[in-house]
């Protein structure tokens, strides 16, 4: 069911995760879920980059033209779809080393939820002032890594001491990721795929 344990990771997450291995509803649902939740960052980007404006220190705010915010949308949520699928395949290749043998579904389900509250923090792009970004984009990464480290021992099912190990490593490969797709799109941005500012 899309979206159908979000409420219980927030309110109770090592039993909801107990109910996610029980379940394994599928790769489909687990597609769904990612397709679904990794609209929520374009959404809000593109609305707070185009109708709001951001503000970086004092001034007038920046705008983005509606053609230039809609690509780099586009590009987000592809890239963040693709991000959680690297995610899932990592886990995946390193979990023999931990003595688990999970199939890919189970990994991208782990991947899947745990980028869940990281990507809903995207919400307070509604009111984009670059403290309060910083201020509920830790708060995301703080509950993802969280639920990671709660998830991976059970969804995996090892010993919690191997599982915190399992998680960390994780967790640098998340970061990994991170900074690969930010030099993307440093690169991107120098080839003239950069962003077009609205007068």
């Known amino acids: 069911m899309i979206l ?3 409420f219980g990771l927030y309110t109770h997450p090592k039993q909801e995760w107990h109910a996610i291995d029980k379940e394994h509803e599928g ?3 687990s597609l769904s879920h990612i397709l679904l939740i990794a609209l929520l960052p374009p959404i809000f980007a593109f609305i707070s980059s185009v109708f709001i404006g951001w503000r970086i220190g004092v001034g007038e705010p920046i705008y983005l033209t509606q053609g230039s915010a809609l690509g780099m949308s586009v590009a987000m949520y592809f890239a963040l ?8 395949y990592l886990t995946y290749w390193m979990s023999h080393t931990f003595g688990s043998t999970p199939t890919f579904t189970q990994a991208l389900e782990l991947a899947a939820y745990t980028a869940t509250p990281l990507f809903m923090t995207s919400i307070a792009a509604i009111y984009p002032q670059v403290w309060f970004l910083m201020i509920a984009g830790l708060a995301g990464v703080a509950y993802s890594v969280y639920l990671l480290y709660t998830g991976v021992p059970i ?4 010993p919690e001491e191997r599982g915190f190990i399992y998680a960390s490593s994780i967790v640098t490969c998340g970061l990994v990721l991170l900074v690969s797709i930010i030099a993307s799109t440093v690169i991107l941005w120098n080839m003239g795929l950069g962003p077009q500012f609205s007068h």
Not at 81 to 88: C, D, S, Y
């Open 27 to 29: 790769i489909q649902s």
């Open 155 to 158: 969804l995996m099912h090892i």
């Open 4 to 6: 159908g344990h979000l």
């Open 81 to 88: 779809i693709a991000g959680v699928f690297a995610l899932a």
